[in-house]
């Protein structure tokens, strides 16, 4: 049996996901909160395996609960955000968090990151890198390499990675990328996506053949 804690306000979605984690993954025993400094007081008196922590919170938000947990733990973390700029997926890669889910989400998805992560981090230390390929980030120090030698990209253009990194052979919409990286109230032409993408790639040098465009449909990133 492991135990999660879920911090989320919405009622709705605290019920949703404990009747389909209980009907799917009975394995999992979810504590909840409905606010960060509850939230914290949850993290301070028990042990969990993983927690699912909302970013818009009352009281304490998301990030500033997560600034607390990683001063003690080191316990894996995904962010449940409406949120979907490059700044604040970035920041909570900085603050330590492990994955992302934007609402809404399919929760088929979410039980497939939990399963992930409980499975990577039970008895070993916590991954802090996403790879693919040649190509590595490094969560914490929000820095790329390729081959080992680092890549300096401009904020966009890591969210774009970051992105096709968390998902390696799935393809993502030019509006899907326009969505998570310049935020739901972009209203500008989607080439400028074609435009960051084909800088990412000549960033990258030869690891940059590993992102991949799927005529007619968007991107993907794959191991060669």
Wanted: negative net charge; glycine residues 6%; proline residues 4%.
């Amino acid at each position: 049996m492991y135990r999660i804690l879920l911090v989320e306000d919405d009622a709705r979605i605290r019920e949703a996901m404990l009747d389909f984690f209980s009907e799917k993954a009975p394995e999992y025993e979810i504590d909840t909160a409905a606010t960060g400094p509850a939230g914290l007081q949850k993290v301070e008196d028990n042990e969990y395996d993983l927690i699912l922590l909302d970013v818009m919170l009352p009281q304490m938000s998301g990030f500033e609960l997560m600034m607390k947990i990683r001063r003690s733990m080191d316990v894996p973390v995904i962010f449940m955000t409406a949120r979907t700029s490059e700044e604040d997926r970035l920041h909570g890669y900085e603050l330590g968090c492990d994955d992302y889910v934007c609402k809404p989400f399919s929760l088929a998805e979410l039980l497939a990151k939990v399963n992930a992560l409980i499975k990577r981090a039970k008895g070993t230390v916590l991954d802090d890198e996403l790879v693919c390929g040649e190509i590595r980030f490094h969560k914490r120090a929000l820095s790329v390499t390729v081959s080992g030698q680092i890549v300096e990209l401009p904020p966009k253009e890591l969210a774009i990675l970051i992105i096709l990194m968390e998902r390696p052979g799935w393809t993502f919409s030019r509006d899907k990328l326009l969505d998570l990286v310049w935020g739901r109230d972009y209203y500008g032409n989607d080439r400028v996506v074609d435009n960051h993408v084909k800088k990412l790639r000549k960033s990258l040098g030869k690891a940059g053949s590993q992102i991949k465009t799927v005529f007619a449909r968007g991107y993907k990133i794959t191991e060669g």
